[in-house]
């Protein structure tokens, strides 16, 4: 088993994230919570498990506000979603969550996408907006600038959004232009 913690902090408002990432054999798990003062303060927490091959199997976002706590869950069932349970017809065709408030559901798509220059790996995401906690149909597209270096382009609800993306040798984002930086805690 390989554990790792990464920590995140927000370029465009005042935020910070930390996650531990846990690979096994037979799958990958990660627990993190990000601390934000966006939308009055509110404190998310997101735990994933994923296939060996880094899809996510399921996630559990919770977060607290002022206006207290809620949760979602959503789940991956054969070829669609479920929603806190319910199945949700409208997901069909999302290959991947794509969680709002970290750069961590980037690796997924990153990691599949050809490594070849110039290549782009289109996909249908089921988009949680963090702040909301609701779940949407959405489409993204990742473009390869060369081996560590992706375009970010989203085809869905925030159409017109384009960002570039450093990320290491596992397809963990480094900087997220506009949004996310990795930090390294002095030792």
């Known amino acids: ?34 601390l934000c003062l966006e939308d009055g303060g509110f404190r998310l927490d997101h735990r994933w498990r994923l296939s060996p091959d ?18 979602l869950h959503l ?5 669609g979603w479920h929603v806190d349970g319910l199945p949700r017809p409208d997901l069909d065709g999302a290959e991947e969550p794509d969680l709002s408030v970290t750069p961590f559901c980037n690796t997924f798509p990153i ?6 220059q110039n290549a782009s790996l289109p996909l249908g995401t089921a988009f949680i907006d963090g702040l909301a906690l609701t779940v949407a149909r959405s489409s993204q597209r990742y473009d390869r600038q060369g081996p560590d270096r992706l375009r970010y382009v989203d085809l869905g ?20 232009q506009h949004l996310f930086e990795r930090m390294t805690p002095p030792n």
């Open 75 to 79: 789940e991956r069932v054969g070829a």
């Open 1 to 34: 088993m390989i554990t790792s913690i990464l920590f995140w902090r927000r370029t465009d408002i005042e935020g910070f994230e930390r996650l531990e990432l846990s690979i096994e054999p037979d799958g990958v798990k990660a627990s993190s919570t990000v």
């Open 111 to 116: 990691r599949r996408a050809p490594n070849t």
């Open 157 to 176: 609800l925030s159409r017109g959004f384009e960002a570039d993306l450093v990320v290491d040798e596992e397809g963990l984002v480094i900087h997220y």
């Open 54 to 71: 880094w899809r996510a199997q399921s996630v559990t976002v919770e977060r607290w506000n002022a206006g207290g706590h809620d949760m």
